[in-house]
T-cell receptor
Framework: QQQVKQSPQSLIVQKGGISIINCAYENTAFDYFPWYQQFPGKGPALLIAIRPDVSEKKEGRFTISFNKSAKQFSLHIMDSQPGDSATYFCAAADSQAGTALIFGKGTTLSVSS | GAVVSQHPSWVICKSGTSVKIECRSLDFQATTMFWYRQFPKQSLMLMATSNEGSKATYEQGVEKDKFLINHASLTLSTLTVTSAHPEDSSFYIC????????????FGEGSRLTVL
């Protein structure tokens, strides 16, 4: 499988701070880049997604920044809250080919109150 | 968003028995479903791609005779773990493509299998 590299593996942020998680991909055919949030014992839930035609997408406190030339994208969580504590996965897919998402290894975020 | 239902959410079985997990798309038709496996504190690893009416495509290293996948209708895919062993204990998650060429995947809640 084509790799999607995610960092950091774990992250501790104080309440109200900014959480930043980074991902890099290899396959230039990828054109769909979602972020998923997963709580223990639950399936992953789509948080926000971006396509290469824009460099940034914001939904509430969550922002994706996308750098096509560097093949990198990142998730920013503004005003982080204890309820944001979860595991976050970046992923990528070639949507035109209808292929499965390739996931990063995940980042465990802990927001301290 | 679209809803994908997975059943059972957890199951315990004895070694050597078979277990079937169902994945249903409740409010949309899914010609393609994907099955993932997730070990504790690890990422989701794609096991197979399930296309309605045809044989599933398995990822390298996944035993197709052990993990039987059937996608008999546009709203249902099943994963059967045959002759389960303790090392098959894992979290199995299905997902379905939400629309033509969107890439968006909707995930079920997952099924935790424990083999004694």
């Amino acid at each position: 499988q084509q790799q999607v590299k995610q960092s950091p593996q774990s992250l501790i942020v104080q309440k109200g701070g900014i959480s930043i998680i980074n991902c890099a991909y290899e396959n230039t055919a990828f054109d769909y880049f979602p972020w998923y949030q997963q709580f223990p014992g639950k399936g992953p839930a789509l948080l926000i997604a971006i396509r290469p035609d824009v460099s940034e997408k914001k939904e509430g406190r969550f922002t994706i920044s996308f750098n096509k030339s560097a093949k990198q994208f990142s998730l920013h969580i503004m005003d982080s809250q204890p309820g944001d504590s979860a595991t976050y996965f970046c992923a990528a897919a070639d949507s035109q080919a209808g292929t499965a998402l390739i996931f990063g290894k995940g980042t465990t975020l802990s927001v301290s109150s | 968003g679209a809803v994908v239902s997975q059943h059972p959410s957890w199951v315990i079985c004895k070694s050597g028995t078979s277990v079937k997990i169902e994945c249903r798309s409740l409010d949309f038709q899914a010609t393609t479903m994907f099955w993932y496996r997730q070990f504790p504190k690890q990422s989701l690893m794609l096991m197979a791609t399930s296309n309605e009416g045809s044989k599933a495509t398995y990822e390298q290293g996944v035993e197709k005779d052990k993990f039987l996948i059937n996608h008999a209708s546009l709203t249902l895919s099943t994963l059967t773990v045959t002759s389960a062993h303790p090392e098959d204990s894992s979290f199995y998650i299905c997902s379905a493509l939400g629309g033509t060429n969107t890439g968006e995947l909707f995930f079920g809640e997952g099924s935790r299998l424990t083999v004694l």
